[in-house]
């Protein structure tokens, strides 16, 4: 396993993250605790959840999976923007940045989590209704007060990211280090502005859906497996607005390449990803062991340029 530092900053992380968002929502810590050692025992050292993630659950059963490991060996992330829970009667305040919400949700965190701190706390999204002032300021009080050590973003805009910067900078506060946004071969949205923008301040990027879902995996040109996660009606709705003739296409020929390199579909879709400077990490996700040992493969893959222009051929650039 290669690590990275995050962006400008001196923490580094491990080219392949380890994820939490949709295989790890049913509560079996027997299966969570065999993954993130797999992850762990594979020289993986940075892992990613949120706190609406399960329902709120999934942050205490990867606390729980993460205990038996020294707390300074690996880098611990967590988010908050949406509702923990479909309460009867939600608060006012249950949701977004403001100081009040940030606050609250960070001690909930620490607490499911089983830690004294998080090394990157994350705005899960934008919150357009609280001042980015409150925000920013949140953040820096809760690194000065040592509950956290960085703190991030996930798919935020290029202005929102240099304006949250300048305010930081401004006042003397901390900024954000690091921005997480959807990020693979089939889904470049960002690269255009947001890319530029964390590479000019200085912010590293730990990309999710690196493999779009498990599309660039290769499992579904044939078909949608019946065990799968995409063949489940709520696991497999993210995956489907993917599963376009298109981009079927492109991952069928992708996969012909992988198999003519003799790797996995998945290694040559993350390796592509980590080919560029400006990301940290590509957080992937696992419903089995062996996969996660396969993604963390990928750190050692080095695409030649052939190799790169053939992908860019299939993808169409």
Known sequence: MNYRRLGM???KLSEVG???WLTLNDGDQARADALHRTAYEHGINFFDTA???GGG?????????LSPFPRDTYVLATKLFWPVKNWPFPGANDRGLSRKHVFEQCHASLKKLGTD???LYQCHRFDAET?????CRAMHDLIVQGKVLYWGTSEWEARQLSEAADICDEHGWHRPASNQPLHNMLERHWEAEVFPACGQLGMGIVTFSPLAEGLLTGKYVDGLPPDSRAADEKLGQFIQPRRTPENEDRVRKLKELADGMG???SNLALAWCLQRPEITSVITGASRPEQVVENARAS???LDEDVSDRINGILGD
């Open 263 to 265: 790797m996995p579909p």
């Open 9 to 11: 900053w001196g923490i």
């Open 117 to 119: 701190y998080l090394d």
């Open 18 to 20: 380890f994820g939490s």
């Open 131 to 135: 001042p980015l002032i409150e925000t």
């Open 51 to 53: 706190n609406a993630y």
């Open 300 to 302: 050692a893959v080095t």
């Open 57 to 65: 659950d999934t942050e205490t059963v990867v606390g729980r999976a």
